[in-house]
């Protein structure tokens, strides 16, 4: 539902954006009913769009490049922006850089990463968090962690390394189904010929080594080749990219990944803890 404290909350994409479907439609001599018409939406949602009470969907945006975009695909190139401004300020500069990655190298002791979390459990964990969100922010928070997932088809594929704590995998969020579906979602992402996941053991620390108990850790290389190292812990994030530090962190990961289990030790370690939901 369309909200007039949004107009004031509304990012410089979603206003830029608004403005420039406010220019074309009166530039085509279109009412906003006649807009709504053409794209599926009444003139109040056209009007709430404008204003920016209600910020636009991406079949929205869609639909207005095929109404009023001329072919310009002005609006598809919106969506990117919008979305991006829908993330968490620490979060914003590398959800660019996670979309360009060639390579990701995740260690995550705490929840799945979000690149494979099913909307249930992403909807639970968000929800859940403290302080409380407004229903509207957690269906943004919701809708952007889920469009991150376009770098699964993206052509070519990132090569993706995934470690997860034994805790993630066990730490029930939302109800046993939500675990459940949220298990064996995993299972299938991991069929993924350019997706490894391996597990780290809850007794790990018991063989006298872990080398994980400083926390997640995010290595990422660019198209450029160039190696950077992220973290992101109570709404805090750094971004790193001295070679010093990156190899560093790059070394800890090797040894967090040479103490996990196995890539089909994990998955049927995956497999039966679906089971048992």
Same mark, same amino acid.
């Given at each position: 539902?369309?909200?007039?404290?949004?107009?004031?909350?509304?990012?410089?994409?979603?206003?830029?954006?608004?403005?420039?479907?406010?220019?074309?439609?009166?530039?085509?001599?279109?009412?906003?009913?006649?807009?709504?018409?053409?794209?599926?939406?009444?003139?109040?949602?056209?009007?709430?769009?404008?204003?920016?009470?209600?910020?636009?969907?991406?079949?929205?945006?869609?639909?207005?490049?095929?109404?009023?975009?001329?072919?310009?695909?002005?609006?598809?190139?919106?969506?990117?922006?919008?979305?991006?401004?829908?993330?968490?300020?620490?979060?914003?500069?590398?959800?660019?850089?996670?979309?360009?990655?060639?390579?990701l190298s995740v260690y995550e002791p705490m929840v799945i990463y979000g690149l494979f979390q099913t909307e249930a459990y992403a909807r639970a964990l968000i929800s859940g968090g403290y302080p409380p969100?407004?229903?509207?922010?957690?269906?943004?928070?919701?809708?952007?962690?889920?469009?991150?997932?376009? @770098?699964? +088809?993206? /052509?070519?594929?990132?090569? =993706?390394?995934?470690?997860?704590?034994?805790? $993630?995998?066990?730490? #029930?969020?939302?109800?046993?189904?939500?675990?459940?579906?949220?298990?064996?979602?995993?299972?299938?992402?991991?069929?993924?010929?350019?997706?490894?996941?391996?597990?780290?053991?809850?007794?790990?620390?018991?063989?006298?080594?872990?080398?994980?108990?400083?926390?997640?850790?995010?290595?990422?290389?660019?198209?450029?080749?160039?190696?950077?190292?992220? @973290?992101? +812990?109570? /709404?805090?994030?750094?971004? =790193?990219?001295?070679?010093?530090?990156?190899? $560093?962190?790059?070394? #800890?990961?090797?040894?967090?990944?040479?103490?996990?289990?196995?890539?089909?030790?994990?998955?049927?370690?995956?497999?039966?803890?679906?089971?048992?939901?």
């Open positions: 539902m369309a909200n007039s404290g949004n107009k004031e909350l509304a990012s410089t994409a979603t206003q830029l954006s608004a403005e420039i479907a406010r220019v074309l439609r009166n530039r085509k001599g279109l009412t906003q009913e006649q807009v709504g018409k053409q794209i599926g939406y009444t003139a109040s949602a056209v009007s709430a769009m404008e204003t920016g009470a209600q910020p636009a969907s991406d079949e929205m945006y869609l639909a207005l490049d095929a109404a009023i975009g001329d072919g310009l695909g002005i609006f598809k190139s919106a969506v990117k922006f919008v979305r991006l401004d829908k993330y968490p300020k620490q979060f914003k500069d590398f959800a660019l850089l996670e979309q360009r990655a060639i390579t969100l407004s229903d509207q922010r957690v269906d943004e928070l919701v809708g952007a962690r889920m469009a991150r997932k376009v @770098l699964l +088809e993206r /052509d070519p594929p990132a090569m =993706i390394e995934l470690i997860l704590d034994e805790a $993630t995998l066990r730490r #029930r969020l939302g109800s046993p189904e939500i675990m459940r579906e949220q298990l064996l979602h995993l299972v299938a992402e991991t069929q993924r010929r350019n997706v490894t996941l391996q597990v780290m053991p809850l007794d790990r620390g018991l063989r006298g080594e872990h080398a994980g108990v400083r926390g997640p850790l995010v290595l990422v290389e660019t198209r450029d080749h160039e190696h950077l190292f992220y @973290l992101e +812990e109570q /709404d805090l994030s750094m971004l =790193i990219d001295d070679p010093a530090q990156v190899t $560093t962190y790059s070394h #800890r990961y090797a040894k967090i990944r040479a103490e996990a289990l196995s890539p089909d030790e994990s998955l049927a370690f995956v497999e039966q803890l679906a089971g048992d939901q």
